[in-house]
Structure formats: structure tokens, C-alpha cells
């Protein structure tokens, strides 16, 4: 549990050698995954106060899904479309660096106290994006930032274009 909690507060601090850690250990994956589900619950209990109880369920699910999209848009984008010389990744690297960098989003629990939670939000959004551009580079062994925050905004255009679909196909979100 502590290496657990320590590598989630490194990857809150943005430090780049946490994230050349978990991109390393293939045993770090349940841990991402826990990142992201730890994340999600945060972000639905922090909005229990617009959106409802049943957020909580629906939302984690949700990010469940999208981490695992967006992670895997940004491998091909970034390994087949945009690579650098050096660049050699898996998908396992990506899962596990963009699972890490839903860190920041365990902040979002603190949007449940009245009247902080679009400053809550809109801090946890910002910081993980920033956070994800770390992983990104790190996982596709980039030598500069911007390659990976064009990676992060392609993957994220195409992700945001699939559930808009997906939701369009089922009806939209369910009513909560």
C-alpha cells in the first residue's frame, strides 16, 4: 500500500522518474487501473451534489472506458503516426504512465463541499491533462513536450468523438 500511495503522490507532483517507473513495471498495471478508479469515485462523490448518487457508478465506469481509449489512441497516434527515432512502447507503457496521471484527479473529491467544486474541477482537469502529457512523453520516450501534447489533443478529439457516438447510439448518458 505505501509504494501504492507514494508512487500516486509523485505522479500528483509530476515527477518524471515515477512515471519511468510504473512505464517499467509491468506489475504496476492493477495499480493504474486502481489510479483511475480511485480518480473517478473521487470525482463522483466531489459531484454527488449536482449529479447524484448513481454518478458515482456510471462515472467510474465511464472513466474505466475512456482511460482505456484514450490510452490506446495515443499509443497508435504516437508510436505509428508521430514517433520519434527513439520511440518503442506498448500498450501495457501507456496504461500504466496515463493511469498514474489520473493522480491529481483524487482532488476532485473536495468539489462535495458547496461552492468550490467548478474551482475544484477545473484545477483537477488542468492538472491531470498536464500530468498525461508527462506520461505520454515518458512512455514514447519523446525528447520534447509539444510531440506529446499534439498526441494528447489528437487522442483526445478522436476519444471525445467516440463517446459522443457511442452515446448517440445508446440513447445518451442515462438519466441519473
Not at 467544486?117 to 491531470?128: C, D
Request: a neutral charge; glycine letters at 12%.
Amino acid at each position: 500500500m505505501t509504494t501504492f500511495l507514494n508512487r500516486m503522490i509523485h505522479a500528483a507532483k509530476l515527477d518524471v522518474h515515477l512515471y519511468e517507473e510504473v512505464e517499467a513495471d509491468k506489475g504496476a498495471m492493477s495499480q493504474a487501473m486502481g489510479v483511475v478508479v480511485l480518480s473517478s469515485i473521487a470525482a463522483g462523490v466531489g459531484s454527488i451534489g449536482t449529479i447524484g448518487i448513481s454518478g458515482i457508478l456510471f462515472g467510474t465506469l465511464i472513466s474505466l472506458g475512456g482511460w482505456y481509449i484514450w490510452a490506446y489512441l495515443t499509443y497508435l497516434i504516437g508510436t505509428k503516426l508521430l514517433p520519434e527515432p527513439q520511440t518503442e512502447a506498448d500498450l501495457g507503457q501507456l496504461l500504466r504512465t496515463t493511469g498514474f496521471s489520473s493522480s491529481p484527479g483524487l482532488i476532485r473529491i473536495l468539489g462535495i463541499i458547496p461552492g468550490v467544486g467548478t474551482v475544484v474541477f477545473a484545477v483537477a482537469s488542468i492538472w491531470m491533462l498536464v500530468a498525461m502529457v508527462i506520461a505520454v512523453r515518458q512512455a514514447l520516450d519523446y525528447t520534447g513536450t509539444l510531440r506529446a501534447v499534439g498526441v494528447c489533443a489528437i487522442g483526445w478529439i478522436i476519444q471525445f468523438l467516440i463517446m459522443v457516438v457511442l452515446f448517440s447510439l445508446l440513447g445518451g448518458p442515462p438519466s441519473i
